[in-house]
């Protein structure tokens, strides 16, 4: 595996926090690359003044006309830098529709060797607040930081999982597949969408060869492929990220509330009053079926759109959106966001019209 990006110093873990670059990163496929500049947009509009941050896309393909032009993306602090890779763990079969990039984030020490410390995001989250605060976060003793999965706490209630070789409930999958305790597992089990990763650390531990061994064991068996790995591999390293930091929001559809319990609620309101992050996670996304008010909290799909509708591939969002929605030829041709967030809006707008990122759609 080539060493990208060697030539560039390196950060140490001490003196990455409170100043210097915020280096983010995704793991993605050229499927997510218009979805990845909405993402650059949403931190544009929330980045701190005198930080640059550094948004890398590791990306699970070549080089195609978007992510030529998702390139030349400055913008209000931001520089994307797209660096095409050939994924090492592509061969692992996997049993979910997630594509093997999501692999990749378990190579993440290895494929930015010149950072110590990085902030990595999925390519279907929205950035909704300044993450310097994240980013300099102090982790303690711990590898890396991530939040607790509020809709998997409620998993082991919900029936019986068959998934290659194993059958049995959530508690037995952590207590067979991740090597967990079978009471405590499913309450501990965490989130990888939003990872703040101490990568010394993870090199000396040796995450990629810890990684690899498992998927090696059980990748015909892991329901959440790479998340799963890594709560199976680093159940004593990890801090406990604000759940603002990664609100699950489709874990919060209606339908899904009526049946968490109560203090998945407590906790989901909570974050929900100042999100940072919000996390699209599952099948449904806003850029597809976003009424879909079972499976998705519409108001946050709403704000998704309008930092799409400032996104450098803003007309194909819409476009690819309306074709998915073909059989609602009435609907609206982007969700409009809900009103308590139309006076933020009005900020945010300026921000962006500011910085060179005026309203496309």
């Known amino acids: 595996m080539p060493a990208l990006g060697s030539g560039a110093p390196r950060l140490s873990a001490d003196s990455s926090l409170g100043g210097g670059d915020i280096v983010v990163a995704s793991t993605i496929d050229n499927r997510l690359l218009a979805q990845a500049g909405v993402i650059a947009t949403s931190l544009a509009a929330h980045a701190p003044q005198g930080r640059r ?16 032009r998702l390139a030349g993306f400055d913008h209000g602090g931001v520089r994307v830098e797209i660096r095409p890779v050939a994924n090492p763990l592509a061969h692992f079969p996997l049993i979910t529709t997630l594509p093997p990039a ?30 310097s605060g994240l980013f300099d976060l102090d982790l303690g003793a711990a590898m890396i930081g991530m939040a607790t999965d509020i809709p998997i706490r409620n998993l082991k209630r919900w029936g019986v999982f068959d998934v290659g070789r194993f059958r049995g409930t959530f508690s037995d999958y952590c207590a067979e597949i991740l090597g967990l305790d079978p009471m405590s597992g499913p309450l501990n ?90 996390h699209f996670t599952g099948p449904r996304k806003p850029w597809l079926l976003p009424r879909d008010e079972s499976i998705l ?20 969002l819409r476009e690819g959106y309306v074709a998915a929605r073909w059989w609602l030829p009435r609907a609206a041709p982007t969700p409009l966001p809900d009103l308590s967030f139309r006076s933020e809006a009005m900020a945010l707008r300026r921000r962006l019209e500011t910085i060179g990122l005026g309203r496309k759609i």
């Open 53 to 68: 941050i550094r948004y890398i896309i590791l990306l699970d393909g070549e080089m195609d006309a978007v992510a030529e």
């Open 102 to 131: 999501t692999l990749l984030r378990l190579m993440l020490p290895d494929l930015l060797p010149e950072f110590s410390r990085v902030l990595y995001i999925d390519g279907d989250v929205l950035v909704r607040d300044d993450v």
């Open 189 to 278: 089990y965490v989130n990888s969408g939003v990872m703040l990763m101490q990568l010394d650390r993870l090199r000396a531990f040796g995450l990629a060869d810890h990684a690899r061994d498992h998927l090696e064991r059980f990748s015909t068996e892991l329901i959440y492929a790479d998340q799963c790995v890594l709560n199976a591999v680093l159940p004593d390293h990890i801090h406990r990220l604000d759940l603002r930091w990664n609100l699950m929001a489709t874990g919060f559809g209606y339908a899904y509330r009526r049946r968490a319990d109560a203090a998945s609620r407590a906790l989901f309101d909570a974050a929900a009053r100042k999100p940072g992050i919000i």
């Open 297 to 316: 909290a519409p108001k946050f799909a709403g704000q998704w759109w309008f930092y799409a509708r400032h996104a450098p591939e803003a007309r194909a």
